[in-house]
T-cell receptor, first 108, second 112 residues
Framework: RKEVEQDPGPFNVPEGATVAFNCTYS??????FFWYRQDCRKEPKLLMS???SGNEDGRFTAQLNRASQYISLLIRDSKLSDSATYLC?????????FGTGTSLTVIP | SQTIHQWPATLVQPVGSPLSLECTVE??????LYWYRQAAGRGLQLLFY??????ISSEVPQNLSASRPQDRQFILSSKKLLLSDSGFYLC???????????FGSGTRLTVV
C-alpha cells in the first residue's frame, strides 16, 4: 500500500467554483502534513501546513482527520491562477512522503 | 533569509556520460538536505537525504550517488548515465526538526 494516495484528477472547474481535494495516508504515526502547489515544469512550493484543528488561509482551507487518516484541501472562489497540481505531503518519522498530485484547471 | 540554489536548470547528456548536479543553501546552518527525482507524469521519488556533512542515506538502488562535502552543499552524481535517469531533479532543504521542505528550482535532465 502506498504511503500517500491522491485522486490524480484532472479537476476542471469554472472560475468561482469551490473544489475539494482529498488525500489518504497509511501510517497512523504520521506527525505532520502539508499541501504543496506545483506549476507546470516548476518546483513544488509550500501552500500550507495542515493542523489538527484545521486551518484557513484566505480562500484555502485545510483539514486533517486522524481517525480516518485523510487530509483535505478546499479552495473557494477558484481563480484562473489556481490552476496547478496540488501535492499532499505526509511527514512520518524522518521521511516525507509525497502524493502523485491532483491536477486542477480553472476554466474562464 | 534562507535561499536554495540549484544548477544547471536544464541539461542534455548522452547515455554513458557522467553527471554532477550541485545544490547550495544560504542563510542557515546544519540543514537536512534532500535529492528528489520526478519522472514525467509521476510523483516525487526520494533519492538521497543528508542530516550532516558526510552523512548520506540512499533510498533506492540506482547508478546515482550523493555527497555532502560542506554543511550547505549537496551534490548528486553519476559515473554513467542511463536513459532511465531522465527526469526533473529537485534539491530540497528543511530546518532540523521543523516545518516542510523548500525546494530548489530544479534541473531538467534529458539523457539521449
Amino acid at each position: 500500500r502506498k504511503e500517500v494516495e491522491q485522486d490524480p484528477g484532472p479537476f476542471n472547474v469554472p472560475e468561482g467554483a469551490t473544489v475539494a481535494f482529498n488525500c489518504t495516508y497509511s501510517n497512523s504515526a504520521s506527525q505532520s502534513f502539508f499541501w504543496y502547489r506545483q506549476d507546470c515544469r516548476k518546483e513544488p512550493k509550500l501552500l500550507m501546513s495542515v493542523y489538527s484543528s484545521g486551518n484557513e488561509d484566505g480562500r484555502f482551507t485545510a483539514q486533517l482527520n486522524r481517525a480516518s487518516q485523510y487530509i483535505s484541501l478546499l479552495i473557494r472562489d477558484s481563480k484562473l491562477s489556481d490552476s496547478a497540481t496540488y501535492l499532499c505531503v505526509v511527514h512520518t518519522g524522518n521521511q516525507f512522503y509525497f502524493g502523485t498530485g491532483t491536477s486542477l484547471t480553472v476554466i474562464p | 533569509s534562507q535561499t536554495i540554489h540549484q544548477w544547471p536548470a536544464t541539461l542534455v547528456q548522452p547515455v554513458g556520460s557522467p553527471l554532477s548536479l550541485e545544490c547550495t543553501v544560504e542563510g542557515t546552518s546544519n540543514p537536512n538536505l534532500y535529492w528528489y527525482r520526478q519522472a514525467a507524469g509521476r510523483g516525487l521519488q526520494l533519492l538521497f537525504y543528508s542530516v550532516g556533512i558526510g552523512q548520506i542515506s540512499s533510498e533506492v538502488p540506482q547508478n546515482l550517488s550523493a555527497s555532502r562535502p560542506q554543511d550547505r552543499q549537496f551534490i548528486l552524481s553519476s559515473k554513467k548515465l542511463l536513459l532511465s535517469d531522465s527526469g526533473f531533479y529537485l534539491c530540497a532543504w528543511r530546518p532540523t526538526g521543523t516545518g516542510g521542505y523548500t525546494f530548489g528550482s530544479g534541473t531538467r535532465l534529458t539523457v539521449v
